[in-house]
């Protein structure tokens, strides 16, 4: 049987058609999936994709529900999940905003030794106001 042959039995077996006891769907079935077959191909067709596609149809429709229930099962935990921290957000929020401003506040301290000019002071209050700019809330004080 030629390489011709076998890869018109795989394309009948995608198109709905074809003889599942075939050398084409014997051939589907037994990829190694090892993808030396993608370099050998001039067309650009991805031979892996495309056996898993014959392989779904030679087997009939469950494995193609299986696949369809397993992403359902997915999304439907990702969905929970994502709910879930969504109302942990809210909750957080709303437990921060029960808080007194002076519980809330964040306190930038340097316990170096002070330099002996005004310059070393002015770039060290630039960098901590730089780090401090993306905080929220826009009360920004020295003490």
């Known amino acids: 049987m030629t390489f011709d042959e076998i ?16 050398a084409g ?7 190694t999936g090892s993808g030396a077959c ?14 898993a596609l014959a392989r779904v149809r030679r087997r009939g429709g ?7 229930g397993v992403a359902a099962a997915a999304a439907a935990l990702a969905t929970v999940l994502a709910a879930s921290l969504v109302a942990q957000d809210r909750s957080l929020a709303r437990r921060l905003a ?8 964040v306190r ?7 330099g002996s000019d005004a310059e070393g002071y002015a770039a060290l209050d630039a960098a901590a106001r730089a ?12 003490s």
């Open 98 to 105: 029960e808080l007194p401003d002076s519980s809330r506040a």
């Open 7 to 22: 890869l018109n039995q795989v394309l009948d077996l995608l198109r709905g058609g074809g003889d599942p006891a075939s």
């Open 25 to 31: 769907a014997r051939w589907a079935e037994t990829c």
């Open 131 to 142: 780090a401090l700019r993306g905080l929220p809330g826009d009360r920004l004080r020295r």
């Open 38 to 51: 993608l370099e050998a191909c001039d067309d650009g067709v991805n031979p892996r994709f495309m056996l």
């Open 62 to 68: 469950r494995a193609f529900l299986v696949g369809i």
């Open 108 to 114: 930038a301290v340097w316990l170096g030794v002070p």
